[in-house]
Every structure is written in structure tokens, then in C-alpha cells.
């Protein structure tokens, strides 16, 4: 059954029941047979009765049930009475009450369980009105549950209000058994609580469940609209079930149900997720001839899938279209073509959407601002970004965190700290706190421009703040502190990791081993690389290789090499080819040619490509040696691997020709170096 098939496999999880629960059973299914008693000699008219009806009434209304009680214990002195309508009748109006009390509630039960009577209906539906019109909607679902299992028909009006009840709450698996409990009794869901229940069920990825439920309810006589089966379609087009949903689209079609452009927009949402354009354009053709016209959502989507997989000209031409059928794009629509643009490096046509969208009065958004600066900055030009956004902070326009970072760092980059330094001030001036992604942005563009003490400033100043300088705070600042050997710095750095808990990465360690080869302290590396090895981080290549380039530059290349066999032999992961560049580039300065020629056949032979450092090792090794026509093919060589040649390379080249006195091969090659753009940089 579709209750305890699918309410199982969305859960089988329920509340726990409240202490009433434990009558509901034992009351519906015991009878304790009382002695027969002899109606006592008293008033047995109907005035009576109905006096003392009212008292119940009375009392119960007012929350005393203890007192309804004893007035319904003095109706058995009127043969006959009470009866269970009594009962229900003090159970009604108790639970209407302003302060009910479970406690009271199962004294009642207690009552009636112990008078002998069972529970009819209308117990049962009291019972569930008043625990839902208390908040007790899972308690309310037990009573309909028992009621069920006893044989006993709740009413429609009950049911609803209890499957409105537990959709409110979202336990699907409850509202699914009640929707099958109305089933079997012939009564059909209405159609708002139903859409309700099927578009909770697919939000919990219950997708085939709704499925399910719909196709269930369709053969009992439900009659579905738009919003009954549009989320089904769209579940099945999310969750990459493109076939289901074009055969239940299909379906509904086929028998007369109405369509509309969310119907299409779903179906051309799930195509294009599977990248299948022609698809998607198919269903988009197919809804203009059913007489609806796209909206921006389905163009939005074609648009996306498009810019995903590089067409861009395709984006433009649909970006067209949309304009002609006078369908306005919005933000979204030009957000996604302007971001493809700018990562094609188109930036002409991003600023000619963003110049259109400011005509039209469409929002520009942060989202989009971020994409043409990001842009800008790939592209190199990241003083055109610090004058777009310059201009766009006088203009007002949101300006948000991200792109306060990303303009940050373009001042960084074009080293205009000081301008960084200030606009930071104003940021919190102006109530907008930098981010630690602010700070640490500045910090690592202080570092870089050699500015340490006003890195150290900045620091401090951060160090004050609620969160405090991060772990990336910490590695920027250690980094350079170590480069340029500043050992009170790197222990104040290093207490401000122990204080705020942080424990030292392959970063930290890396910047340490650094500073101590620049103190030719190669015991003390040792022992980081011990120490990293006993904190479970393995070191990885770059700390390798600094310790390798550092025995290379002191002349230490046997040792280096030595160091170099040894981690091969342990590491699987090294070497990389900067590795083999340090090594043949200091055996190349010592004239180790053998070595050089050793580590080339190794190169090779690990599947490692050479780059334009490698070459440019061998091409100095050459040229030492008085091999300039061997340099000059192997230059050759590069151009064909397409890897070009750097300005190192040329002035090593030159350097040799001038100093055999070959003019002829010198003007050939600076005539090259201007074909390619590289004279003027020596």
C-alpha cells in the first residue's frame, strides 16, 4: 500500500506519544463488565438530566474536569446513565478549555475505561480536534491511526485538518498515511493539501514517492492541476530524469490536462543539465507553437547552458532573440553572458551588457561588478580595474565584500598600499567591517612589496579584532618574517598561533625549514622534518624543494643531489620537474655535465616534460661550453614544443655570440626577439 511502502522509505521516524497514548488502545478494545446496580430512589426526570448535564458542561468548559466528573457520577442515579455521549460530552467541551491538562485528559479516559464503555467514533474525533486545536499534531495523528486500525470511520472534515496540521510540520511521513487512510474510505484529498505534500515530498529528493502518490491518487478520481504535477515534472528534470519527465508530460497531455510555460521551462532546464541543446531548443520551438510564449526564466536557462559550454555567440544570438519577442533579460540573464565574456576575454562586449543594462535601468549587482573586474585582473589589466571600480564607488552603486577584496588586492598588485591602507580605514569608518580575507589580502601585498613593518601594524591591528588573525594571517606573516630573517617577529608570530590554538601546517613549516637554511642551521631542518613527520603531515614537494634549492645556491650540490636520491627513494610524489630544474641548473654553474646529462635521461625516463627553465639550464650549460650552434638548434627545439623562449635565454645567447665576435647571428637574433615581443626587457 502507498502508505506503508513509501511513508517507510521517507522515514520511520514518528514522536514519541504523549502519556495519553496509552488508553488509546486499551480503551478501544476492553469492556470491563460492572456489577448491575439499582437506581437509587431520587429525582429522575428530565429536568434533572439536563441539570446536570449542564454542570457538566459548566465545569468542564472551565477546566475542573474533577468536578464534571462528580456531576456525571450522579447521573447513575437515573437508569441508563451515563453513557459514552456523556463522556464525550465532558471530553468535548474540557478540551475546548483554555488550560487543558493531558494529566485530566487521561483521568477522563481512565473513566470510561473503567465504566466499561469502548470508544465510538465521535470519541475518536474529539479526541483528534482537540489535540490538533492544542498543538498535538502527532498525538492527534495516533488517535486517527488507532481509529483506523479499530475498524472505525474518522470524518472527511477530521482527516483534512489533520493532514493540514502535519504538513505544517513537515512530517511527510505521517501526512502520506493519512492521505492513504482517506483513500481506502473513499474520500479524496483536497487539491491544495495535496500540491503542498507533493512539493514537500520532492524538496526531501522523495521524488518517485510524489510520483507515486499523484499517479495513486489520479486512478482514485483526483483531478490535478498545474500545480500538482508542474513540481513532479520539474523533480524529474532536477534530479536528471529528463525521460520520466517528458513521458509524464506527455501522458497528461494526452489526456486533456492543461500545460503552461513553467511546464516547458522545466523540461528545458532538465535538458540543458545534460547538455542536450538540441533537446532544450525543441521543447522551446514546441511552446511557441502551443501558443506560450518563453518567459525569461526558459531563455535564462538556454542562455546558461550555452555560456557553460563556451558558445558565447550562440548566448548572444538567444540574448537577441529574447529582445525581439519583447522579453526584457534581467540581471541573472546578463550576469551569466557578461561572466562568460569576461572568461573568454572578451571584455569589450562585458562593458557594452554593462552599459546596456545601466540604459534600461536593469540592477547591477556586485555578482556582476565581480565578474568584468575579475576579468580585468586576468587579463593583466589591473590598473583599468582599480579606475572601474574607483569610479564605481563615487557612483554609489554595491559595492560588496568580495569586491572590496578584489579591489584590494589590484592595489596590492600595482603596489598602491598606502591607498589599500586607506580605504580599509574608511571601510570602517563607514560601518562596513573588512573581512580577515581584507586583512589578510593587504597583509600579503605589504609582505610582497617588502613594506614587514607595516604588515606587523596591520597585524596588530587585527589581532585586536573579535576573530583575530587566521592561520593564512599567520603563514603570509611567518613567510616573509623568514625571508628576511626576523627572528623576534617569527617567535611573537609563533605565541600567536599557540594562543589562538593553531597548530603548525606544512606552510608554517615550510617558512621555518626557509629561515633556518638561510642561517645554515641544516640540523635544525632536520629536525622540522622529523617533527613534521611525528604531527602526521607529510612534507610535500615545495618543502622539499626548498631545502634543495638552498644546498644548490651555498654550492652544496653533491650533498643536494645526495638529499635529492634519498626523498626520491622515500617519496613517491617527488621529484617534480622544479626539483630536477634546481639540480640541473647548479650542476650546469659547476660544469657537472655528466650529472646534467644524468638528470636529463631521468627527466625523461619519470615521464616528466621539460619547460622553458629546463631548456634554459641546458642552453647556459651550452653556451659555457662554447656550444652555441647545439644552444641555438635546442632553441629551435622549444619553438617547435611551443614553449617559448624567455628573455634569459636570448641575453644568454647574445652574451655568447658577442664574446666569439658572431654579429651576423646576433642582429638574427634580436630581429626575433622583436618579432615575438621580448626586446626591450633586458
Known amino acids: 500500500m502507498l502508505c506503508k511502502s513509501h511513508a517507510l522509505g521517507i522515514q520511520k521516524k514518528l514522536p514519541a506519544f504523549r502519556p495519553v497514548s496509552r488508553f488509546l488502545r486499551s480503551s478501544a478494545l476492553e469492556a470491563v463488565n460492572l456489577p448491575e446496580e439499582s437506581p437509587a430512589e431520587g429525582p429522575q426526570n428530565a429536568s434533572f438530566l439536563r441539570f446536570l448535564q449542564l454542570e457538566v458542561q459548566f465545569y468542564a468548559s472551565n477546566g475542573c474536569p474533577a468536578d464534571a466528573l462528580k456531576a456525571l457520577n450522579y447521573m447513575r442515579k437515573i437508569r441508563g446513565k451515563p453513557t459514552i ?50 498543538g498535538l499534531y502527532n498525538d492527534a495523528f495516533r488517535v486517527v491511526c488507532d481509529m483506523y486500525e479499530n475498524g472505525l470511520l474518522p470524518s472527511f472534515t477530521c482527516l483534512m485538518v489533520v493532514l493540514r496540521k502535519l504538513l505544517v510540520v513537515d512530517d511527510l511521513v505521517a501526512s502520506v498515511t493519512v492521505v492513504e487512510m482517506m483513500l481506502k474510505w ?66 497528461l497531455r494526452k489526456k486533456g490536462y492543461t500545460s503552461n510555460v513553467y511546464s516547458y521551462t522545466a523540461l528545458i532546464h532538465g535538458f540543458c543539465r545534460e547538455g542536450l541543446w538540441e533537446d532544450a531548443n525543441w521543447v522551446l520551438n514546441h511552446m511557441v507553437l502551443d501558443g506560450h510564449q518563453p518567459n525569461v526564466v526558459s531563455y535564462t536557462a538556454l542562455i546558461k547552458f550555452l555560456c557553460d559550454h563556451g558558445k558565447l555567440e550562440k548566448a548572444f544570438t538567444i540574448l537577441h532573440k529574447m529582445e525581439q519577442q519583447k522579453c526584457e533579460p534581467d540581471s541573472i540573464t546578463y550576469n551569466v553572458i557578461i561572466r562568460e565574456s569576461c572568461r573568454q576575454g572578451r571584455i569589450v562586449d562585458a562593458c557594452e551588457l554593462l552599459r546596456v543594462m545601466d540604459a534600461k535601468k536593469c540592477p547591477i549587482d556586485a555578482f556582476t561588478l565581480s565578474a568584468l573586474v575579475g576579468a580585468l585582473v586576468d587579463a593583466g589589466q589591473a590598473g583599468s580595474a582599480i579606475k572601474f571600480l574607483r569610479s564605481v564607488s563615487a557612483m554609489g552603486s554595491v559595492v ?51 613594506y614587514l613593518q607595516e604588515a606587523c601594524e596591520l597585524f596588530s591591528l587585527f589581532e585586536h579584532m573579535g576573530s583575530g588573525p587566521d592561520m593564512v594571517s599567520c603563514n603570509t606573516m611567518l613567510s616573509a618574517s623568514c625571508k628576511q630573517m626576523d627572528s623576534s617577529l617569527i617567535r611573537r608570530l609563533l605565541h600567536v598561533m599557540e ?73 613517491s610524489m617527488f621529484p617534480d620537474i622544479v626539483s630536477y630544474n634546481i639540480l640541473i641548473h647548479a650542476a650546469a ?94
Not at 92 to 117: C, M, P, Q, T, W
Not at 233 to 243: E, L, Q, R, S, V
Not at 644 to 649: F, G, K, L, R, T
Not at 651 to 675: E, G, H, M, P, V
Open 85 to 134: 455521549l456523556d463522556y464525550n460530552h465532558l471530553l468535548y467541551h474540557y478540551l475546548k478549555a483554555r488550560n487543558v491538562s493531558l494529566d485530566h485528559v487521561s483521568v477522563v479516559l481512565n473513566e470510561i475505561r473503567k465504566s466499561g464503555f469502548s470508544w465510538n467514533a465521535s470519541t475518536y474525533n474529539i479526541l483528534t480536534n482537540g489535540f490538533v486545536k492544542l
Open 499 to 571: 594562543v589562538k590554538g593553531y597548530k603548525l601546517d606544512a606552510i608554517s613549516y615550510t617558512c621555518l625549514i626557509q629561515y633556518f637554511c638561510l642561517e645554515d642551521k641544516y640540523s635544525e631542518c632536520s629536525k622540522l622534518l622529523k617533527s613534521m613527520g611525528s604531527g602526521g603531515l607529510a612534507p610535500g614537494i615545495v618543502t622539499y624543494n626548498v631545502l634543495l634549492h638552498s644546498l644548490c645556491k651555498k654550492g652544496l650540490v653533491r650533498n643536494a643531489y645526495k638529499f635529492f636520491m634519498d626523498i626520491k627513494r622515500l617519496d
Open 400 to 450: 560588496d565584500v568580495v569586491l572590496w577584496n578584489i579591489y584590494f588586492d589590484c592595489l596590492c598588485h600595482e603596489g598602491l598600499l598606502e591607498e589599500a591602507l586607506s580605504q580599509a580605514s574608511k571601510m570602517k569608518e563607514n560601518g562596513f567591517l573588512p573581512t580577515a580575507c581584507t586583512y589578510n589580502t593587504i597583509i600579503n601585498g605589504l609582505c610582497k612589496g617588502g
Open 589 to 682: 654553474k659547476e660544469k657537472k655535465n655528466l650529472l646534467v646529462a644524468k638528470l636529463l635521461n631521468d627527466i625523461f625516463d619519470s615521464g616528466l616534460v621539460p619547460d622553458a627553465v629546463t631548456y634554459g639550464s641546458l642552453i647556459y650549460c651550452l653556451c659555457k661550453e662554447g656550444s652555441i650552434s647545439a644552444a641555438m638548434k635546442l632553441c629551435c627545439q622549444m619553438k617547435e614544443k611551443e614553449i617559448y623562449p624567455s628573455i634569459v635565454i636570448y641575453n644568454t645567447l647574445l652574451d655568447a655570440l658577442l664574446r666569439r665576435r658572431k654579429f651576423w647571428q646576433k642582429f638574427s637574433i634580436t630581429i626575433y626577439k622583436f618579432a615575438t615581443g621580448t626586446a626591450g626587457q633586458s
Open 186 to 251: 473513499g474520500y479524496i484529498p483536497t487539491p491544495p493539501s495535496v500540491n503542498l505534500l507533493i512539493l514537500r515530498l520532492i524538496r526531501c529528493a522523495c521524488i518517485r514517492e510524489a510520483f507515486s502518490l499523484f499517479y495513486i491518487l489520479l486512478e482514485k478520481g483526483f483531478y490535478p492541476n498545474l500545480y500538482s504535477y508542474n513540481p513532479i515534472i520539474d523533480g524529474f528534470c532536477k534530479y536528471g530524469m529528463n525521460t520520466n519527465a517528458l513521458a509524464l508530460f506527455a501522458c
